[in-house]
């Protein structure tokens, strides 16, 4: 049984870095072909994909968020972090971090439980 849990800061000031890590149990992030997804709600809105890392360490990320987040791997761990900069109140949202079937294609199987993360100006 795969599991995933989101882990980080649930109060970062606006304009600081915000940084989650999602540890991965039951299965390698390096299998092939999985991906590993961020993807966040804001209040009142709807589910927003940020970015994937493959099997193979590649990374690709949503044209909107693309220059203010990176998405990198421990292996050795099995983890994957988030990186997003220059936060600002409308970054926050509950986070999830969530296994694609495919990277960038097919179902997302299995999610983490989520986390707050609240912007403050």
């Known amino acids: 049984q795969v599991q995933l849990q989101e882990s980080g800061p649930g109060l970062v000031k606006a304009s600081q870095q915000l940084s989650l890590t999602c540890t991965v149990s039951?299965?390698?992030?390096?299998?092939?072909?999985?991906?590993w997804s961020w993807i966040r709600q804001s209040p009142g809105k709807g589910l927003e994909w940020m970015g994937v890392i493959g099997y193979d360490g590649v990374a690709y990320y949503s044209p909107s968020l693309k220059s203010r987040t990176s998405i990198s791997r421990d292996t050795s761990k099995n983890q994957f972090s988030l990186h997003l900069s220059s936060v600002t109140p409308e970054d926050t949202a509950v986070y999830y971090c969530?296994?694609?079937?495919?990277?960038?294609?097919?179902?997302?199987?299995?999610w983490g439980q989520g986390t707050q993360v609240t912007v403050s100006s």
């Open positions: 039951g299965g390698s992030i390096t299998i092939k072909y999985y991906g």
């Open positions: 969530a296994r694609q079937r495919v990277v960038g294609a097919g179902e997302y199987d299995y």
